[in-house]
C-alpha cells in the first residue's frame, strides 16, 4: 500500500503556500503622532523590545507583501483580533514602522518585502480620537469624520478638500471615486482601530438630509473602502474590533454584520472556485490541490482500508455499520487522497459556518493542511484524515478559528490539542509522550483534533459519537485499544473536553478538569507537602518495622537492637536517581553514625531506608496540590451550588481518584531501597540497593511496609515466622565469635542487628528455634537464670528467652563449670537396709525385709495428673514447660491463670491483664472477676463478674477507670484459655504467652495447666 508522498504530487502553488489566507488582531495612536515613548517610537528600540510572534510575522508579509506587489494574493482586508501572542497595539505598531521602510523590521521579515521609506502612503486612525462634534484638530484644518480624516493624512490638504462638505456639513459618505483621485495607483496602507467605539457617538450626529446618521454613513463608508482596496493591488485595509465582551462589543457585532456582505465582495477579487454541488467537492478539491494522483493506488488503498474494518467489525469494534459496505469503499476512492470522514466534515458540518465559504473555505484550508503533510511527511500516510489538520500550525489553527470567527476556540487547541508554546504540552501531547517514545502513533492528538473539527459547529451537530470518531481516526495497523485508551485519558485530563455520554465536543467553557487546574495554581507548595507528610506516615505504618520517619541527623535513628527499623527519607532531604546506585549522602551519614555525637553506629543490619526518586518529586507534589484544590472546590457549598447533579457526582468521583492517585504517587516515588549488605561496594558504605516494584492502584491501600517485606525476602535478607527455620549450625558459624565459650541470648541476638552479613529478625521466634536446635545438636548449652539449671540433649526443650540472664555455653564450658544439666541421668546411691541403714551388702542386722512375704500394705493408687505452679511469669510458664516434659505431655487444652492484687499494683495487674488478652494468639478466654473498690466518703463499688471476653471487654473500660480513682482496692481475677484444637508446649505461641506476662510485669501468678490426655498419671 503506497503512501500518499509515493501515489501523490500536489500542484506547486500549493506547496509553495500561495493559497494561504491570514487573518490576525492588532492596534494604533501616539506613534503617528510622534509623541509616543522611544521603546515604541524609535522601530529598532521597538522591535527590539518586542517577542516576535508567528500572528505579527504573518500581519507584516500580507500587507507588505501587498503594498510592494510581491505577493499580490495577499488579502486588501485584513482584520485584527486579540491573539494569546500578543496585543493589537504591538501589531499595527509594527506594521507602521515597517511600511515606512524601517530596516528594523528585516527581524521579522525579509528584507526584500520592506518597502522603500517614503513610497508607502499610511493613515491610521483610532476610534477612540474621533471627535463628531469638535473634530480632530490639525495645523492647517480640522476633520469630524473617519473620511475626513482619512482623506486628509492620505491626500493631505488638498486631498481633503475632495471630502470638506461631507465631513463638515452633511455627513454623507463619499463613493470609491473619491479614493481613486487621492490614492490613484499607488500604494497605501490604512489602518482602522476600534472603529465600533466611534459609532456609538456618531448615531447621536443626524446626516444633512435628516434621514440618517452619521454611524449609518461610516459604515456605508466602510464598505466603499473596502470595496475599493479589494480592487486596487497595491491597497491594504487593517482594521480591529473589540471582542463581544468589551465596553463596544454591541458595535463591534453591528459593524461585523454590516461589514460581512463587504467582505464577500472583496472575496470575489481573490482567485477561487464557485460555489458547487455536495458531490463535486471531492473532485474539485482533488484537481485543485494536485497535479497527479494514482488512481490504481487509491484504488488498493480503500481495499486494505476495507478489509482492516471488516476485520475490527468482526472483533466488535465500535465502527459504523457504513464502514463495512461496499458503497463506501467506493467514496474513499473517490475522495482519495482525502479520507471521506475529512471531506464529509467540512462539507456538511464546518461548511454551515457562513465565514467558511463552502468550496472555497475547503480548498484554503486543505491547501494548508497538504503542504504541512508534504513538509513533515509522517510515516505510514495512506489517506488524508481529520487528525492531519496539525492545529500546531498558526495558519492552520487560525483558519478554523478566528476566519470562522471562533476566536475562543485557540485556548482550547493551546491546552488540550497542540501547544507551539516553547516548553509547553498540551494535555493530548503530554498523554502523546509516552506512545511516541515507543515508535507508536500520536493517538491521542489524532483524537482530540477530530473531536475539535467536529466541536466547531454549534446545536445538536455538534461533537462526535463514539464510533464515527473511531471510523475517522484509525488506518490499517493501528490498534482500536489504544485509540478508546487516548480517548478515556483526553476525558480525564483536557480543560475543555466534555462527554455527553453519547457525544465528544471541546466547548470554549472551561470542563471540570479546567475549573480544577486553575484552582490547583493556587494550591500553595507548602500545604500540599504538609498534606503528603502526613499521608507518607499513613502509607508505612508500625508492625513489621518501627518506621522512622524524615530523621535530619543521626540522633534522629536510635542505634538499637530492638524492632529493625524502616528509615524514610524526607523527598526534600535526599533523593537518589536511576542512573546512581550509591546511597545519598544523608542516607550514608544516618546509616554510619549515630547519637548526637555522630559516633559510629553500632546496630547497622537494623536499618533499612526508603529515598524517593528525584524525577517523581515535583509529579508528586503537583497530585498533592490536585488533590487540595479538588477538596476545596467540593468542600464548598457556594461553588458546588452552580453545577449539574452530574459534575457534582463527577466531582465526587475526581475527589477519590485524586486521593487515591497521591498514595499511588508515593508508593512510586519511594521507589529506592537500601538495606545493608556486606557486598555492597566501599563507596556504598555498606549499602545496596534494591528498586521496589510499581504498585497498581489496587495494591496500594494496605501497609506498604509489606511491599519492602516482600523484596527483602527475595534477596533472603530478613527472616520472618513463615521461613524455614535457620540451621543451627549456620548461628554458630556466623553469630558466634570463634573461640567464644559462652554468649548471652541477648548477645546472640544483638549480633544479627549488628553484622551486615546476617539476615534481619523480624521474629524472635526464628532465634529461639534456632537455640533450641543447637540445643539438640549439642552445639550449646541453655543456661536459664530462674531455674538455676542447664538444659543439653537429654533435656525437656526449654522456653528460650532472650536476656542479657539466659547464657548459651558450650559444652565444654558448661562441663568445666560443673552446671548440672537437667534431665541428665545421676548414679544413683547405693541401696541400703531400711532397719539398720548401712549398705545391703554391709547390713548388721540380718533382718531381710520381703515385701511379698512380709504383709507390706499395697502401694497407693496412682495420683491423678496435676500440672501446676506459682511464681514469676516466665519462672511459671517454664515449670509448667518442664512438668509436661517430664511427664511426657506434648499438648494442653487449657490454661487456668490466677492473681491476686491489691492497691494500685492490683489495678495496674487488671489493667494489663485486659492488654495481655488480645495478643496471646487463638483460644477462647473467660474472664472471672471479683473487685472491690473503696473511693472514700462512703464510695465504694463492688463488682463480681464471670463470663466471656468479649463482654468483659466492655465492662473494663469502667473498670480501669475506677481503678485509677480508688482510696482501696482488692482484686481477684481469674484467666481460662481453652485451645479447642489442643496448644502444643513448645509452640511459640506458648512461648510468646510466657513473654507477654512477662513484659507487662505481672507478679506472682498461679497457673494450672489441663494435659490433653486426661487418663496421664504422674511422674514421681
Known amino acids: 500500500m503506497l503512501t500518499i508522498f509515493d501515489a501523490c504530487e500536489p500542484r506547486p502553488e500549493v506547496l509553495l503556500g500561495e493559497l494561504k489566507e491570514e487573518i490576525f488582531a492588532a492596534r494604533l495612536k501616539d506613534v503617528i503622532d510622534g509623541t509616543a515613548e522611544a521603546v515604541y517610537h524609535d522601530p529598532r528600540t521597538f522591535f527590539d523590545n518586542t517577542y516576535l510572534t508567528a500572528g505579527l510575522k504573518t500581519l507584516l508579509e500580507e500587507a507588505l507583501g501587498r503594498l510592494t506587489g510581491q505577493r499580490p494574493d495577499s488579502n486588501p482586508i485584513i482584520r485584527l483580533e486579540t ?60 476633520t469630524y469624520t ?118 464577500r465582495i472583496s472575496a470575489r477579487q481573490e482567485r477561487v472556485i464557485t460555489p458547487t454541488g455536495e458531490t463535486e467537492i471531492a473532485k474539485i478539491v482533488t484537481h485543485r490541490l494536485f497535479r497527479s494522483i494514482e488512481r ?79 513538509e513533515t511527511r509522517p510515516p505510514q500516510t495512506y489517506l488524508i484524515h481529520p487528525h492531519h489538520l496539525d492545529l500546531a500550525v498558526p495558519q492552520i489553527a487560525d483558519d478554523l478559528t478566528s476566519r470562522l470567527d471562533r476566536p475562543a476556540y485557540k485556548q482550547v487547541i493551546e491546552a488540550d490539542i497542540a501547544s507551539v508554546l516553547p516548553g509547553t504540552r498540551s494535555h493530548a501531547q503530554t498523554i502523546d509522550s509516552g506512545w511516541v517514545e ?38 490499517p495497523g493501528d490498534d482500536p485499544a489504544l485509540v478508546q485508551r487516548a480517548t478515556e485519558r483526553l476525558v480525564d485530563t483536557c480543560w475543555f473536553l466534555d462527554y455527553t455520554g453519547q457525544r465528544y465536543q471541546f466547548k470554549t467553557e472551561p470542563s471540570l478538569n479546567k475549573i480544577v487546574a486553575d484552582e490547583t495554581s493556587l494550591v500553595g507548595t507548602t500545604r500540599a507537602k504538609q498534606l503528603l507528610d502526613e499521608r507518607i506516615r499513613q502509607v508505612w505504618k508500625r508492625g513489621i518495622f518501627e518506621p522512622v520517619y524524615f530523621p535530619s541527623e543521626a540522633g534522629d535513628v536510635d542505634d538499637d537492637a530492638r524492632a529493625p527499623k524502616l528509615v524514610v527519607v524526607h523527598y526534600d532531604a535526599a533523593t537518589a536517581t536511576a542512573t546512581d546506585p550509591a546511597p545519598p549522602d544523608l542516607v550514608a551519614r544516618l546509616f554510619t553514625h549515630a547519637g548526637s555525637a555522630e559516633g559510629y553506629r553500632i546496630y547497622k543490619n537494623n536499618l533499612v531506608f526508603l529515598v524517593a526518586d528525584r524525577d517523581q518529586v515535583d509529579d508528586l507534589v503537583e497530585k498533592a496540590r490536585r488533590y487540595l484544590a479538588i477538596g476545596r472546590i467540593a468542600g464548598d457549598p457556594d461553588r458546588m451550588q452552580p453545577f449539574t447533579e452530574e459534575q457534582k ?32 561496594p566501599r563507596a556504598a558504605a555498606g549499602l545496596a540497593r534494591e528498586i521496589l516494584p510499581a504498585q497498581d492502584q489496587g495494591d496500594v491501600r494496605s501497609d506498604q511496609s509489606t511491599v519492602v517485606l516482600r523484596v527483602l525476602r527475595q534477596i533472603d535478607k530478613v527472616r520472618t515466622a513463615d521461613d524455614a527455620q535457620m540451621p543451627a549450625q549456620y548461628v554458630k558459624a556466623r553469630a558466634w565469635d570463634v573461640g567464644q565459650a559462652q554468649m548471652t541470648t541477648e548477645d546472640l541476638r544483638r549480633a544479627f542487628a549488628k553484622r551486615l552479613s546476617l539476615p534481619m529478625l523480624l521474629d524472635v521466634n526464628q532465634l529461639k528455634r534456632a ?20 538444659y543439653g540433649k537429654v533435656s525437656p526443650a526449654p522456653l528460650v528467652q532472650l536476656s542479657d540472664d539466659a547464657l548459651l555455653y558450650t559444652p565444654d564450658e558448661a562441663r568445666r563449670l560443673g552446671i548440672a544439666i537437667k534431665g541428665e541421668q545421676v548414679d544413683p546411691p547405693p541401696e541400703s537396709c531400711p532397719v539398720c541403714g548401712n549398705p ?22 496412682p495420683t491423678p495428673l496435676r500440672i501446676a505452679a506459682e511464681g514469676a511469669p516466665a519462672q511459671v510458664f517454664q515449670a509448667i514447660a518442664d512438668q509436661c516434659a517430664d511427664n511426657r505431655v506434648d499438648t494442653i487444652t487449657s490454661l487456668t491463670i490466677r492473681l491476686d492484687g491489691a492497691g494500685k499494683a492490683g489495678a495496674d495487674e487488671a489493667r494489663a491483664l485486659g492488654l495481655a488478652i488480645p495478643q496471646l494468639g487463638k483460644g477462647q478466654f473467660r474472664v472471672e472477676q471479683e473487685l472491690t473498690i473503696e473511693f472514700g466518703q462512703d464510695e ?34 481469674t484467666l481460662q484459655v481453652t485451645f479447642p484444637d489442643g496448644l502444643a508446649v513448645d509452640s511459640d505461641q506458648f512461648a510468646q504467652m510466657r513473654d507477654i506476662f512477662d513484659q507487662l510485669g505481672f507478679g506472682r501468678l498461679t497457673v494450672e495447666a489441663k494435659p490433653a490426655t486426661e487418663d496421664t498419671e504422674v511422674r514421681l
Not at 551388702?841 to 497407693?860: A, K, R, Y
Not at 465492662?955 to 475506677?962: G, H, N, P, R
Request: aromatic letters at 8%; a negative charge; one cysteine or more.
Open 940 to 973: 465504694y463499688f463492688h463488682l463480681k463478674f464471670n463470663g466471656t471476653w468479649d463482654r468483659y471487654k466492655r465492662l473494663k473500660t469502667v473498670t480501669d477507670e475506677f481503678g485509677k480513682e480508688a482510696a482501696k482496692l482488692t482484686v481477684k481475677m
Open 840 to 861: 545391703v551388702d554391709q547390713c548388721t542386722c540380718g533382718i531381710v525385709i520381703d515385701p511379698d512375704n512380709g504383709g507390706e500394705p499395697p502401694p497407693p493408687p
Open 83 to 142: 491573539s494569546f501572542g500578543g496585543g493589537k497595539t504591538h501589531n499595527l505598531i509594527a506594521l507602521y514602522h515597517a511600511a515606512r521602510g524601517s530596516e528594523a523590521a528585516s527581524r521579522v521579515v525579509d528584507s526584500s518585502l520592506i518597502p522603500t521609506p517614503g513610497t508607502v502612503r499610511i493613515a491610521g486612525v483610532v476610534g477612540s480620537d474621533l471627535d463628531p462634534s469638535s473634530g480632530i484638530l490639525h495645523r492647517d484644518v480640522t
Open 771 to 790: 537455640i533450641r536446635d543447637g540445643i539438640q545438636q549439642e552445639l550449646w548449652v541453655y543456661f536459664d537464670p530462674h531455674e538455676a539449671v542447664g
Open 296 to 374: 490504481n493506488a487509491a484504488q488498493a488503498v480503500a481495499d486494505d482500508y476495507h478489509q482492516y474494518y471488516l476485520q475490527l467489525l468482526d472483533q466488535q469494534a465500535d465502527l459504523p455499520q457504513r464502514a463495512a459496505r461496499a458503497d463506501y469503499a467506493t467514496e474513499m476512492v473517490s475522495a482519495y487522497p482525502f479520507h471521506p470522514e475529512l471531506l464529509n466534515t467540512l462539507n456538511r458540518k464546518t461548511s454551515t459556518i457562513p465565514n467558511f465559504q463552502k468550496t472555497r473555505g475547503a480548498l484554503r484550508l486543505l491547501a494548508l493542511v497538504v503542504r504541512r503533510l508534504w
Open 438 to 475: 515507543a515508535g507508536k502513533p500520536p493517538y491521542a492528538q489524532r483524537v482530540a483534533t477530530t473531536i475539535f473539527l467536529h466541536s466547531l459547529t454549534q446545536g445538536v451537530a455538534s461533537g462526535v459519537d463514539p464510533a464515527d470518531l473511531l471510523l475517522a481516526v484509525v488506518s
Open 146 to 263: 473617519l473620511w475626513g480624516e482619512l482623506a486628509y493624512q492620505l491626500g493631505g490638504l488638498a486631498g481633503y478638500q475632495l471630502v470638506a462638505e461631507s465631513d463638515r456639513q452633511s455627513k454623507a459618505a463619499p463613493g470609491t471615486g473619491i479614493w481613486q483621485q487621492i490614492i490613484g495607483n499607488a500604494p497605501a496602507l490604512i489602518m482602522l482601530d476600534e472603529v465600533a467605539r466611534h459609532l456609538r457617538t456618531a448615531k447621536a450626529i443626524t446626516t444633512g438630509t435628516g434621514k440618517s446618521d452619521l454611524a449609518e454613513q461610516t459604515v456605508a463608508f466602510l464598505m466603499s473602502l473596502l470595496e475599493f482596496a479589494a480592487s486596487q493591488e497595491r491597497v491594504v485595509v487593517v482594521l480591529t474590533l473589540a471582542d463581544a465582551s468589551d465596553a463596544f462589543g454591541r458595535e463591534s457585532d453591528e459593524l461585523r454584520e454590516e461589514l460581512a456582505e463587504a467582505r
Open 649 to 680: 457526582k463527577k466531582l465526587r468521583q475526581m475527589q477519590d481518584s485524586a486521593e487515591l492517585e497521591v498514595r499511588v504517587a508515593i508508593t512510586r516515588t519511594y521507589r529506592y531501597l537500601y538495606y545493608p549488605s556486606a557486598d555492597a
